[in-house]
């Protein structure tokens, strides 16, 4: 039985409570109206210096009247997206962290089914992690909810205004429209959080009982919600990240948002077994357990890049203008976290965890481990800001106290699902070959 | 030169295992040890090092890598030497720009260097090639039968009833040639 350390408890309060008192002042900072921006703007044009208004004395009036309207055009641009600015943070970290935990849970689904002989001494781990699903999708649906009754403009296909002047959003519109958008996000919620909640409740039964009933009933369940998850989570991602781009449109963008995901959430079942382990609470687990997950760490996070590669490259190659932008915002303003993440994400899990030696070492799995995290934390930042901040994104207060408040409720409702039941199920039907598990 | 080993034969890898644990803490010298399929932990009861050839095909993808990355600029990219042509609008000014056309090669050339020049490696050091004379003391030991092989010290009597009593299931002294 595993008791929650009162430090570890700490921590994620203190976590929250920065990264409350971050968000909200992120909140208060972004600028209220349209005169702000110009007074910020004006600010900043002083700040370069003078060498623009001799140049610009010798335009014409008619030229004046134009860069007016062009300049309050821009200035409207600006508001929006420094407005979109702290509400993008949040949305960012919310969707991360709640994607995590499906990750961790869809890993646990595949062992389930796959009848994996290693793994079940980890079962307990794994549904810790993905015990945030159920908070975090709260909080990302009253996100939504937000977003859909306008305190934000993430999704510009939400905004009458723009879609009344944009044939391409009208012709989506029988898809992207508000109501059958929540619809999709309720049904989708509810048949992740209700795998989780059954699964754990016939795992905890199954502890109890004489046969093995309540393993095939989860063996079946995680069947069918590994066929209903890969549906939902491709229009999970057209709905949640690819919208944001309304104008955009890519095939493989679901498995390319799965395996990012997936990938951080088998992170995260290494990286909080490392912690169990280092303190003293999982017996049962050896190196081998380790370097299993490591594996997957490391195989999952080429499979990543494959995916990123071949969204990049085809649509690099071909170069057709209207699919091209996509990159071409992302290059051109993101350039660093759009090539960085590559790094994070694959160069350095690559070198670090190709060594099999290396991928029982607890301190370089972590390291790789928080590498990998960054990455795809980066990942989804690259995917959400370039539409709804734009130029103005950048990784500061607001981001960051995203992060570390969403980070400390994950930790809180992690380890304290962890405390509730004993970290090794008593009759799972392969457990006694998971505890012998050697490589 | 001759010299005169003992092939100790069994029919168990249970029992193979646990006569080679014992031959070795004996102290005697197991020169050689002949299966018909992979006895898994074999090597490490019989303390031998670990292979490095996954190192080598690691040298060997940096290797393919830069072999493929070498060859591309000198077709496609260098100004001097190459044809740094206009197709279909793909830039070739430096090798970077259009670094993106060139990776599916980078990566099937890492892979066809890894993997061949590792199996070649296994060839060489394993010493196999096609008219290869077999070097299988006993044909029972393709089939189902273990052998192991033990040099003598000094006394063949003492190490030929020490083997017979690790389970084995025939002892012979042998002269090597």
């Given at each position: ?130 015990s ?12 939504l ?18 879609v ?74 057209w709905?949640?990240?690819l ?43 050896n ?6 997950l ?8 080429v ?41 994070l ?39 959400i800001?370039?539409?709804?901040v ?7 207060v ?10 400390g ?11 509730k ?19 | ?37 992979p ?50 609008g793909?830039?070739?000014f430096s ?7 060139f ?15 590792m ?6 050091r ?10 299988n ?41």
């Amino acid at each position: 039985m595993y008791t929650f350390s009162s430090k570890l408890k700490t921590l994620s309060f203190v976590l929250m409570i920065i990264g409350v008192l971050g968000i909200g002042y992120g909140f208060f900072s972004a600028p209220k109206n349209i005169q702000d921006v110009e007074t910020m703007l004006k600010a900043e044009e002083s700040h370069h210096g003078s060498t623009h208004t001799e140049a610009t004395a010798h335009h014409t009036e008619k030229k004046e009247a134009h860069a007016e309207a062009e300049h309050k055009e821009h200035t409207e641009h600006v508001f929006h997206q420094l407005q979109n600015k702290p509400w993008a943070a949040l949305y960012v970290a919310c969707i991360f962290f709640m994607l995590v935990s499906l990750g961790a849970l869809v890993f646990y689904a595949i062992q389930q089914v796959a009848q994996a002989g290693w793994s079940p001494v980890l079962f307990r781990v794994m549904q810790g992690v993905s015990s945030y699903l159920l908070p975090g999708s709260i909080i990302f649906f009253v996100l939504l909810l937000l977003s859909g009754f306008h305190f934000n403009h993430l999704f510009i296909w939400m905004d009458k205004e723009v879609v009344a002047h944009d044939e391409l959003i009208q012709g989506k519109s029988g898809y992207l429209n508000f109501p059958f958008w929540i619809i999709r996000a309720i049904v989708f919620l509810v048949i992740w959080n209700t795998y989780r909640i059954l699964s754990r409740k016939n795992c905890l039964a199954q502890d109890e009982s004489n046969d093995n009933t309540f393993y095939k009933k989860n063996f079946k369940l995680s069947a069918l919600f590994l066929v209903l998850f890969i549906v939902s989570e491709s229009i999970m991602s057209w709905d949640w990240i690819l919208s944001v781009d309304p104008h955009w449109f890519s095939t493989l963008f679901g498995w390319y948002v799965f395996a990012s995901f997936f990938v951080s959430g088998i992170t995260t079942i290494s990286m909080v077994t490392l912690y169990l382990k280092s303190k003293g609470y999982l017996e049962n687990v050896n190196s081998s357990h380790i370097h299993d997950l490591s594996k997957f760490m490391f195989g999952i996070s080429v499979f990543w890049t494959y995916l990123w590669f071949s969204q990049f490259m085809l649509i690099w190659y071909s170069n057709i203008p209207e699919e091209v932008t996509y990159f071409k915002t992302r290059i051109e303003q993101f350039n660093l976290p759009f090539f960085g993440m590559v790094f994070l994400n694959f160069v350095f899990p690559f070198l670090t965890l190709i060594n099999t030696d290396f991928k029982r070492i607890a301190p370089i799995v972590v390291t790789a481990g928080i590498v990998i995290l960054v990455g795809h934390y980066v990942d989804f930042y690259v995917m959400i800001m370039p539409s709804t901040v734009g130029t103005q994104a950048s990784i500061g207060v607001s981001e960051i106290s995203s992060v570390l408040f969403f980070l400390g409720l994950f930790i809180f409702v992690v380890f304290s699902t962890l405390s509730k039941v004993p970290l090794t199920p008593k009759r799972n039907p392969f457990m006694e070959e998971s505890k012998h598990f050697h490589y | 030169m001759s010299s005169t080993v003992v092939h100790a034969l069994y029919n168990d890898d249970d029992i193979l295992m646990d006569a080679v644990k014992k031959t070795r803490a004996a102290h005697h010298h197991i020169e050689e040890v002949f299966t018909p399929f992979p006895v898994h932990g074999l090597d490490k009861a019989m303390g031998l090092a670990p292979t490095r050839l996954a190192i080598c095909a690691f040298i060997y993808g940096a290797y393919g890598l830069g072999f493929a990355t070498w060859l591309m600029w000198n077709i496609m990219i260098n100004p001097s030497g190459g044809w740094p042509q206009d197709i279909g609008g793909k830039p070739s000014f430096s090798y970077l720009q259009n670094m993106p056309a060139f990776v599916p090669v980078m990566f099937e050339m890492t892979v066809f260097h890894a993997a061949h020049l590792m199996v070649i490696t296994f060839y060489m050091r394993s010493k196999l090639w096609p008219f290869k004379k077999a070097e299988n003391p006993d044909v029972r030991t393709t089939d189902d039968h273990f052998l192991m092989e033990v040099a003598v010290k000094n006394n063949v009597e003492e190490l030929t009833s020490f083997l017979q009593n690790t389970g084995a299931v025939e002892v012979k002294v042998v002269e090597k040639h």
